[in-house]
């Protein structure tokens, strides 16, 4: 009985998986058809499997450029947002006070704000500054950059928050005082390499959320040459027409990179994550 009932839980987890994996089956037999076999059948395989479609894509939506906007744009956000909300959360928990207890519960709160209800007053602030300051924060890859790492800092301070507190003992601090060692020292030395779980789930949440965001990048940049990949893609999907293969074949190259760095360090994100939520 408990042998069919096992079997009965794995058909039943593997038609969940390919329920789950149907939308990319259909994105990438679609990305290789033509328009006539794209509307003919979308759910058959193509004739062929001619990367002509792909090669257009790029083309047209200049990859290269685009993916070295994206790629930029993620790996600055998301080391400066590891960096400082890890030295930010070590120092709220280590600083007992009313402000500390304060300034975390306001962090926190910013995780639970929709990004829509704030990105038209965000886009004015921004000209404002650019004004005020002489800076460019729009259209500019750095003003993108500054926008994700405050949108990034509640989340990050929460999860590294609850694993120091949790996990990461005061003695060993307090022994490497002891032995002369400052403030910066024992952050680097100490206690960041404890972090290490908890900093692979932020990263990896975070190249998710930031690789793939298209709707702070489309309001931020406005020139072709600054665009991130998902703002390029969308080129395909014009107001009387979509060309669906080559807008096919671009969602496809756009998730590759994602999903190679999520399974190279997907053992950490579950560690990570249940470290983090243990005190909060």
């Not at 096992?6 to 038609?15: R, S, Y």
């Not at 928050?161 to 100490?190: C, M, Y």
């Not at 080559?246 to 579950?270: E, N």
């Amino acid at each position: 009985m408990k042998k069919a009932g096992n079997a009965l839980a794995n058909i039943l987890l593997l038609a969940f998986c390919l329920l789950y994996m149907f939308p990319i089956y259909i994105i990438f037999v679609n990305s290789f058809k033509d328009r006539a076999e794209l509307y003919e059948n979308v759910l058959a395989l193509p004739k062929s499997f001619s990367p002509q479609y792909y090669a257009a894509a790029i083309s047209k939506m200049n990859f290269l450029g685009a993916f070295k906007n994206t790629f930029v744009v993620t790996l600055v956000s998301v080391l400066i947002i590891v960096v400082l909300t890890a030295m930010t959360a070590w120092m709220l928990v280590r600083t007992q006070s009313r402000f500390s207890r304060f300034l975390y519960g306001f962090l926190i709160v910013t995780m639970l704000i929709p990004f829509q209800t704030v990105m038209m007053p965000l886009m004015q602030e921004m000209n404002l500054l650019s004004k005020a300051t002489g800076l460019s924060f729009k259209d500019s890859l750095g003003g993108l950059v500054f926008m994700y790492i405050g949108f990034g800092a509640g989340m990050g301070v929460f999860l590294f928050h609850g694993f120091i507190k949790s996990s990461v003992p005061l003695s060993l601090e307090e022994a490497a005082t002891i032995d002369g060692a400052n403030t910066w020292q024992v952050f680097w030395r100490i206690v960041f390499p404890l972090l290490k779980p908890t900093a692979v789930t932020i990263a990896i949440l975070d190249v998710i959320w930031i690789w793939n965001d298209y709707l702070l990048p489309s309001l931020t940049l406005t020139t072709n040459a600054k665009k991130t990949i998902p703002v390029m893609a969308s080129m395909f999907f014009g107001s009387y027409t979509i060309q669906w293969n080559m807008s096919m074949a671009a969602l496809i190259l756009t998730i590759i990179p994602v999903v190679v760095f999520y399974f190279s360090a997907q053992k950490y994100i579950i560690k990570g994550i249940a470290a983090g939520a243990v005190k909060g």
